[in-house]
């Protein structure tokens, strides 16, 4: 786990470790942000910086800071310790579940879809009721990971519902029963104190569900996200020196496994992988991997 997190952003397929690690950082900065706040007395100053941060129930607010679409799904309560802590943990045992059979980009854009599903509930719940409920009135503003958590946690247990985790006091546990448990809690917290968040996390959920069923079909909801994302990563790359060569060099011959097959092979086999995912390859690629495993 030390290695994944030291290596986040140069390690492919390590998505949920780059969204963790985001996640902490930007707590962290509010957080120091926020104490030192309180010791010189520029309160007001971290309020409107937060404020950046967290999506308002109130549409016309929102339309004034539509980033906030995105970015309160990075941000979480700074009071409350276990609200992060929770939530990384679940990204990372589910997220990493999603990374290994769909590949890293998926499960970023099921997380993106999640936050943003969430986000569009919550804007509905609280704009279209004609007369809300008293349990609704109370909250004005939101923060947290969760309703894109939701999304990656129900979205492993519909790809993969007989996947057991370990759980401390109870032993194994089919990850479905898991993601009930969570979407049941949310649906009885949806008429509670925090009713606005509870709601985002089934929005959160039904996008995890849907996400998948429509992934199964070859409709890929995300592609625009992961899209967006290889734009992103084309220009943070540096822009490759001109070598120029005189001399033409002979090409080594490229090795081969006992198995007989190239190296190349396995290479692309393996950024296969690195794209798609382990169920992405055709079965004469998984045995060329497994032959290439015995070398």
């Not at 994944?4 to 470790?17: M, S």
């Not at 980009?105 to 719940?125: E, F, H, P, S, T």
Request: net charge positive.
């Amino acid at each position: 786990m030390l290695d994944e997190f030291k290596h986040a952003f140069q390690r492919p397929n390590n998505g949920h470790i780059q969204l963790i690690i985001i996640n902490v950082v930007i707590f962290i900065a509010l957080s120091v942000l926020m104490v030192f706040s309180k010791w010189f007395g520029f309160d007001a100053f971290f309020e409107k910086v937060y404020d950046q941060f967290s999506i308002s129930s109130s549409f016309p607010v929102f339309v004034r800071h539509p980033w906030t679409l995105f970015t309160y799904f990075f941000t979480h309560s700074l009071g409350q310790l276990f609200h992060i802590l929770f939530n990384m943990l679940a990204l990372y045992w589910f997220g990493r579940l999603l990374v290994e059979y769909l590949g890293s980009d998926k499960m970023i854009a099921l997380y993106v879809l999640g936050g943003i599903a969430g986000a569009v509930i919550y804007l509905m719940v609280f704009n279209l009721i004609p007369n809300p409920p008293a349990f609704l009135q109370g909250t004005r503003s939101m923060v947290g990971a969760s309703a894109a958590i939701f999304a990656v946690m129900v979205g492993a247990a519909t790809l993969l519902p007989d996947y057991t985790f370990f759980l401390l006091f109870f032993g194994p546990v089919k990850i479905k029963y898991i993601a009930l448990v969570y979407i049941f809690l949310s649906f009885i917290g949806s008429v509670g104190g925090n009713a606005g968040g509870e709601i985002a996390h089934l929005g959160g959920a039904l996008m995890g569900f849907i996400y998948i069923k429509q992934l199964q079909v070859g409709v890929n909801w995300g592609g625009w996200i992961t899209a967006t994302l290889e734009w992103l990563r084309d220009l943070t790359k540096p822009s490759p020196r001109v070598k120029v060569t005189y001399r033409k060099t002979e090409k080594p011959p490229t090795p081969k496994f006992s198995s007989g097959i190239s190296q190349k092979e396995i290479d692309e086999i393996l950024d296969k992988i690195s794209d798609g995912g382990y169920e992405s390859l055709t079965k004469e690629e998984k045995e060329k991997l497994f032959k290439a495993s015995k070398k």
